[in-house]
């Protein structure tokens, strides 16, 4: 009964990814082993100003309660700031894994917390399908086993530790960040809200929120009441709404919704939102 509930509270989220039903690539030969790294795509490959760089060599790891995640480590001694990396509703693919590499030769230790626990798909009916089958406490003591194990590291900086997802993890982002008080920072990316009075006030991190005005199961008018109520509990955060743009204009496998303007901007502001959070004095 609680998961028909729960089917029945997203379906404006469904609305959204299936806009976003050009496939990805899945990691592994024949997409048979999601948990594989392998190159990029050629669509994922370009422009290069808002796209992920190359994968790096990186670790699947495991976390505590089952979990896992793939771990890629920064250049240089010492101790670093840290993101968690949160995936759409594909699985934790290609894209995902380039965007966390993109995010290690920044200077993060980037981690991206394998929600599906080792499946991933290209198939959209298979995607609602693992999404709708996701318990959601699970997949957030996952991410908060994800920030522990960043934490517990010699070299991450605890106190530097920010969060970023797209689409299904977009709102795991926004999530995380109301309910790990260790979080400094999170990034929202087209991702579900959350209105009540509680759980805005619950917040502690920074906030950066990119939308698309155009958005079938995110209106604009509901991003603008959330920004309002997060400004009115004297939150930090910076909202944009990229208007004209569709659900899902930053993944360049999005064939009938990427943008590269705005998906070029978005990575700018997260990517100034980052240093400036987790990197600044």
């Known amino acids: 009964m609680r998961r028909f509930f729960w089917f029945v509270a997203t379906l404006p989220l469904l609305a959204s990814v299936l806009s976003c039903r050009s496939a990805p690539a899945v990691g592994g030969a024949g997409g048979?082993?999601?948990?594989?790294?392998?190159?990029?795509?050629?669509?994922?490959?370009?422009?290069?100003?808002?796209?992920?760089?190359?994968?790096?060599?990186?670790?699947n790891?495991?976390?505590?309660?089952?979990?896992?995640?793939?771990?890629?480590?920064?250049?240089g001694k010492g101790k670093h700031p840290s993101i968690i990396v949160i995936q759409e509703w594909w699985g934790l693919n290609d894209w995902i894994r380039e965007n966390t590499a993109r995010f290690a030769k920044q200077?993060?230790?980037?981690?991206?917390?394998?929600?599906?626990?080792?499946?991933a798909t290209s198939d959209p009916g298979e995607a609602h399908e693992l999404m709708r089958g996701l318990p959601e406490d699970r997949a957030l003591a996952d991410l908060k086993?994800?920030?522990?194990?960043?934490?517990?590291?010699?070299?991450?900086?605890?106190?530097r530790i920010g969060s970023v997802g797209w689409c299904m993890g977009g709102g795991y982002s926004l999530a995380l960040a109301t309910a790990e008080p260790r979080l400094r920072a999170a990034v929202i990316n087209y991702g579900r809200l959350v209105t009540a009075p509680a759980q805005i006030e619950a917040v502690r991190a920074a906030i950066l929120g990119n939308?698309?005005?155009d958005d079938r199961g995110i209106p604009a008018d509901d991003v603008r009441t959330f920004e309002s109520q997060l400004k009115a509990a004297r939150k930090n955060a910076d909202i944009?709404?990229?208007e004209g743009k569709g659900h899902g204009f930053m993944n360049p496998n999005n064939k009938q919704g990427y943008d590269v303007g705005a998906a070029t901007d978005a990575w700018s502001r997260i990517d100034a939102f980052f240093a400036r959070?987790?990197?600044g004095a």
């Open 32 to 59: 048979s082993n999601p948990t594989v790294p392998s190159a990029p795509s050629a669509a994922a490959s370009a422009p290069a100003q808002a796209t992920a760089a190359a994968p790096a060599t990186g670790t």
């Open 61 to 75: 790891v495991e976390l505590e309660g089952g979990g896992r995640g793939y771990l890629v480590l920064p250049d």
């Open 107 to 119: 200077g993060y230790v980037a981690l991206a917390v394998d929600l599906y626990r080792g499946r």
């Open 145 to 159: 086993a994800g920030v522990t194990f960043l934490a517990a590291r010699a070299d991450v900086d605890a106190e």
């Open 211 to 213: 939308f698309a005005g």
């Open 240 to 242: 944009k709404v990229f």
């Open 277 to 279: 959070t987790l990197k």
